[in-house]
């Protein structure tokens, strides 16, 4: 079976949706199955690799990460190429990771059926996340395109006036085309059921051809346990709830004596001032880390907090939190008490209620190092045993084979 994966960027040491491209790239390659994967090519990239069992093209297509989106789109001169139709044609199925949609018309026009891979929740949402900004909740209206949410996303992020307006005519116009582009193509896989749940619910008319296959494990070394702090690694990120955790640590440390410490990475823009402010609360922020610096730190972490306000289908972060052994407090949202369920070291919390991650903090710390660990082998097991890289990669292999 020859599969070409169209994914506008792949790394393997990537986070979420393209972790998993990547792993499962690799699975299937590792099961037999012929993979070519077609990818943009950033600085320092390669042109071609074929190292790990599958052939990887890399094309100068732009320069950087923003707007992936949409910027994929605008290379209708790599779609139509005469090595790109090449590849179309010698593929038995087609399967696009991540925003790749106007490959799905190529792919139909030479009979190929099509793999759409969800990670979030386009093409029912064009910002992705399913959080209407404007009104702070997860959104429920049926028309997802609403230029004040837009709007009130893009400040938050602090997209000066020209990206937010560039943003809103996007995002209200291409944005609605590829629910369109989804609806025609062969299977759509969400990562998890509650993600499935949304996704037809809006869009009815995918529901006979949606599959829910859970991500593949990613590999996490042993860390040991060796200190009593927590970590959260979702920057500022305000959907990853980092207002929530600011407020709940601000809180706590308010009325303890002895500092609560967060272990905070993904804080790329912060000033001198801003760092110092978090340090004085008890949030210890970090930008990028090797390797060896992110275990130096996970050391020294007995917990790890997510506390997201929009739906995530299936965090990365929970997954590597249970197999690496710890404590996991996060928000009852999303895939999230899917990924937990049966894990006896998770404590879950309301989205947005600060004082509910307070207490559950205040009550890990309570607990014995001990305690702490031995759950966290405990929840380790039984993960291990609901989800695993063979079953969903037989999943996969027969979703494809039914496609041919």
Known sequence: MNVLFLSESFYPHGSGGELATYLYAKLLSGAGVNVVVVTNRFSGEPDFS??????????????DEKSLKYS???????????????LVRWANVVY?????????????????????????????????????????KVCDRNNPICSKCIYVYEKTQGRHTTETLTSITLNSTLGGCYNKLVRICDAVLCVSKIQRNIIIEREPS????????????PKISN????????????GSNYLKGFKVLYDAVKLINST?????????TKFFYSSEQQTSALKKIGILPYGKLDSHEFKKIYEQVRAVIVPSIWPE????????????????????????????????????????????????????????????VEL????????????????????????????Q
């Not at 799905?104 to 093409?123: E, G, R, T, W």
């Not at 303890?256 to 905070?264: C, I």
């Not at 929970?318 to 008490?337: F, H, K």
Request: hydrophobic share 40%; with cysteine; glycine share 6%.
């Open 50 to 63: 074929n190292s790990e069992g599958f052939a990887v093209y890399r094309l100068p297509m732009f320069r």
């Open 376 to 403: 966290g082998l405990r929840s380790k097991e039984a993960f291990l045993k609901k989800y695993s890289d063979e079953n969903s990669i037989k999943k996969l292999i027969n979703i494809l084979e039914s496609l």
């Open 72 to 86: 994929v789109l605008k290379r209708v001169d790599v779609l139509l190429s005469v090595s790109m139709r090449k």
């Open 256 to 264: 303890n004596s002895e500092l609560t410490k967060v272990f905070a």
């Open 223 to 234: 860390v040991e346990v060796r200190g009593d702090d927590f970590g959260y690694f979702g």
């Open 96 to 136: 696009i990771p991540k925003f790749w949609y106007s490959a799905i018309l190529l792919a139909k026009k030479h009979q190929k059926p099509v793999i759409v891979h969800l990670h979030d929740y386009i093409p029912i949402c064009p910002l992705a996340g399913l959080y209407d900004a404007s009104q702070e």
């Open 313 to 372: 289908p299936w965090p990365y972060v929970v997954v590597e939190a249970i197999i690496g052994g710890r404590v996991v407090v996060a928000s009852r949202i999303g895939g999230i008490p899917e990924q937990v369920e049966g894990c006896k070291n998770a404590l879950l919390f309301e989205p947005g209620i600060s004082e509910q991650l307070s207490e559950a903090v205040k009550y890990v710390k309570s607990l014995d190092r001990e305690r702490t």
């Open 206 to 217: 995918l529901s006979g051809k949606t599959y829910v296959v859970y991500n593949p494990l």
